[in-house]
T-cell receptor, first 113, second 115 residues
Framework: AQSVTQLDSQVPVFEEAPVELRCNYS??????LFWYVQYPNQGLQLLLK??????LVKGINGFEAEFNKSQTSFHLRKPSVHISDTAEYFC???????????FGGGTRLMVKP | DAGVIQSPRHEVTEMGQEVTLRCKPI?????LFWYRQTMMRGLELLIY????????DSGMPEDRFSAKMPNASFSTLKIQPSEPRDSAVYFC?????????????FGQGTRLTVV
């Protein structure tokens, strides 16, 4: 079985400050890791994904994440956030068998001016 | 492609009524997923299909819930009878996993309110 833990339910941060959203997972098989963003009243949009290869993954909107197998983590980072980054962020894990995703509880990023 | 299309976007119904949610996946995708999002339980997988065949429905909460995929371009999620605790946002997603591209695309969701 797989599970995902997002340690922070809310992260307030000032505009232009750096941010890290934490994600830890557990799985008994090889994993594929994802970060999705959900803007208010919208569906989920993929930010970035780790399938294999380099452990540092770059995504859209200036976000990046680092896969750490020994710590079973996949933290999301951005060096300088904008007001428009205010949204809910979901970390998810899947095995190869068809992208069935297991989601974390989500982290609400609140960027303040 | 217009992406995954769900209808309706919003649905308000009375307890005990039948509710049908609809989804059109991205053309060519052979996996289709139904998720439910609530404040209490977050995002949960309800059921998924591969090539129109249900593969795993262990997430379907009760027999009141049923899902079908009669063809590659259409799926429904039905709740009969509906209850207030079914109020949630229901998302449909589709994908076509390959070695190079493993990503699920989500629809805008259907916000269901049962009063």
């Amino acid at each position: 079985a797989q599970s995902v833990t997002q340690l922070d339910s809310q992260v307030p941060v000032f505009e232009e400050a750096p941010v890290e959203l934490r994600c830890n997972y557990s799985s008994s098989v090889s994993v594929y890791l994802f970060w999705y963003v959900q803007y208010p009243n919208q569906g989920l949009q993929l930010l970035l994904k780790y399938l294999s290869g380099s452990t540092l993954v770059k995504g859209i909107n200036g976000f990046e994440a680092e896969f750490n197998k020994s710590q079973t983590s996949f933290h999301l980072r951005k060096p300088s956030v904008h007001i428009s980054d205010t949204a809910e962020y979901f970390c998810a894990v899947s095995d190869y068998a068809g992208n069935m995703l297991t989601f974390g509880g989500g982290t609400r990023l609140m960027v303040k001016p | 492609d217009a992406g995954v299309i769900q209808s309706p976007r919003h649905e308000v119904t009375e307890m005990g009524q039948e509710v049908t949610l609809r989804c059109k996946p991205i053309s060519g995708h052979d996996y289709l997923f139904w998720y439910r999002q609530t404040m209490m339980r977050g995002l949960e997988l309800l059921i998924y299909f591969n090539n129109n065949v249900p593969i795993d429905d262990s997430g379907m909460p009760e027999d009141r819930f049923s899902a079908k995929m009669p063809n590659a371009s259409f799926s429904t999620l039905k709740i009969q009878p509906s209850e207030p605790r079914d109020s949630a946002v229901y998302f449909c997603a589709s994908s076509s996993p390959t070695d190079m591209n493993t990503e699920a695309f989500f629809g805008q969701g259907t916000r269901l309110t049962v009063v």
